[in-house]
């Protein structure tokens, strides 16, 4: 449902949500600016929500807010560093800073609390914004943009339970005729999907389609679901029937066709997941340069490629995109992917450059992301790298040491799953007696997951044969 009222100054106001600024167009575009951010989608009506994000500038240069806002945005897209001082993203953080203290006593606690957020994301401590957003959402519980920025930074964090939690407790307090309050059952139905309650994540992601039909977000949930549950053909229906109702998110969408390439793949239909990334995820990857569209490209093809489907010749225009952020390090689950491109195009001397780089930003900066590249992210990219290079028992041995630490680098258990994938065919191709129990040990386990799946399978019938060679050569 598309909205045409859009919130002024007074309206804000009486919601409990007051903004310092005055500007009545300014307050208006924040609205619309937070309704496409909720929904992944640009109003063409309204210019699309790059354009509004100017104009909402334009209209009250010192809304402070509206700053929050197109920074945070800028955050959570995960593609720019701030780690380069004179960077026009860090010099924007520093003039919303000083634009705060200019405001001290006119800006509430709860856009004092936005801003400090702001500041400690992009200083690389995600737990003090954290904290920040929660408390804002204590007294708040129907600001939006606290909301989202919370999910997004919980996501990224691998904290599934909190990202959940989060929103069950501010739902209760939205009324049912608010514009953005259907978009919180799709969320809700995230959180659910990701701590493995399957029937609710359901419910909670048809109750807010219900609501709203070209709710993305509720969407993708379902297809969470039933990726989960083995029930692929029951995906590929959905994503076919209501593509015109997902398509409409044009910043999901690429990840949406994503998950459709996985139900393919799944099934064993290489040549259907193919077509997709040719159609639309590599095309739509190149076009924007985001970086959820960047790792829907590589992780699909690191996919296809331990399915043994050549993919070596379309690697190069997603290598392309990677190696233009090889020194953010914003994000251990992006450089991950990054290394994947490298290796994939047989880049080996930009591989090895990157992984040094790697090394050095642990090594000299500080932050949660630096801490985790120390903790899990060196062992993780060793593995990657031993794999490439044919050395499957020291890949194995990297990957099983830090299998219970890898939810740490954020992202979904779908896309997660790849490290899963990669530790069970390292064991199975390493041969040796170890990581063949290990390796039928790890399909158990999987099994229990995820009782129907194919891949599964197919990887049970990998280690059957290996174990008969291994017989043979003994």
């Known amino acids: 449902m598309m909205r045409t009222h859009w919130r002024d100054c007074k309206e804000w106001f009486l919601e409990g949500l007051s903004l310092s600024s005055t500007n ?4 208006k575009l924040y609205d619309v600016c937070l309704s496409q951010y909720t929904g992944w989608f640009d109003d063409l009506s309204m210019g699309g929500l790059e354009h509004c994000l100017t104009q909402m500038i334009k209209s009250d240069p010192t809304f402070v807010m509206g700053h929050a806002l197109a920074l945070g945005l800028e955050l959570v897209g995960t593609g720019t560093s701030m780690r380069k001082e004179d960077s026009e993203s860090v010099l924007k953080i520093n003039s919303l800073k000083s634009e705060a203290v200019k405001q001290w006593g006119i800006l509430s606690e709860r856009e004092l609390g936005h801003v400090n957020a702001i500041k400690y994301f992009s200083e690389g401590n995600l737990e003090k914004a954290i904290q920040e957003w929660e408390d804002i959402l204590l007294l708040h519980p129907r600001d939006m943009h606290a909301i989202k920025m919370l999910q997004d930074t919980y996501f990224y964090l691998g904290q599934q339970t909190q990202m959940r939690d989060s929103i069950a407790r501010v739902l209760p307090e939205w009324q049912l005729n608010h514009p953005l309050q259907s978009y919180l059952y799709g969320m809700y139905a995230f959180g659910l999907v990701e701590t493995n309650r399957f029937d609710e994540a359901e419910q909670n992601a048809l109750i807010g389609l219900d609501l709203n039909r070209k709710d993305g977000w509720a969407t993708h949930a379902l297809l969470h679901v039933y990726e989960m549950t083995g029930q692929y053909d029951k995906g590929i229906t959905l994503l076919d029937k209501t593509v015109t109702d997902w398509e409409f998110c044009n910043y999901l969408s690429c990840h949406t066709n994503w998950h459709w390439a996985l139900f393919h793949i799944e ?3 290489p040549e259907a997941a193919l077509e997709i990334f040719e159609k639309k995820i590599c095309p739509s990857s190149v076009r924007s340069g985001a970086m959820l569209d960047y790792i829907d490209a590589s992780s699909l093809l690191y996919r296809l490629k331990m ?8 690697w190069a225009p997603i290598c392309k995109i990677a190696e233009s952020h090889k020194d953010d390090h914003v994000l251990l689950f992006n450089d991950a992917h990054f290394l994947m491109a490298f290796l994939g195009n047989r880049d080996d001397g930009l591989a090895i450059e ?3 780089s ?7 900066c500080s932050g949660s992301q630096a801490e985790l590249t120390q903790e899990v992210g060196e062992a993780l990219l060793e593995a990657i790298i031993a794999y490439d290079t044919k050395e499957y028992t020291r890949a194995t041995n990297l990957l099983n040491s830090i299998k219970y630490k890898i939810v740490k680098i954020g992202g979904s258990n779908a896309q997660r799953d790849i490290f899963n994938i990669l530790l069970l065919n390292a064991s199975v191709r390493s041969g040796t007696p170890y990581h063949l129990a290990l390796a039928k040990s790890l399909i158990n386990e999987r099994k229990a997951k995820r009782p129907i799946s194919l891949l599964t399978e197919r990887i049970l019938a990998k280690l059957i044969t290996k174990k008969e060679e291994m017989l043979q050569i003994g």
């Open 354 to 356: 990157f992984f040094n």
């Open 307 to 314: 399915e043994d489907v050549n993919v070596d010749h379309r």
């Open 267 to 269: 099934k064993n239909e």
């Open 24 to 27: 009545n167009e300014a307050c």
């Open 358 to 364: 790697c090394k050095e930003f642990m090594k000299k």
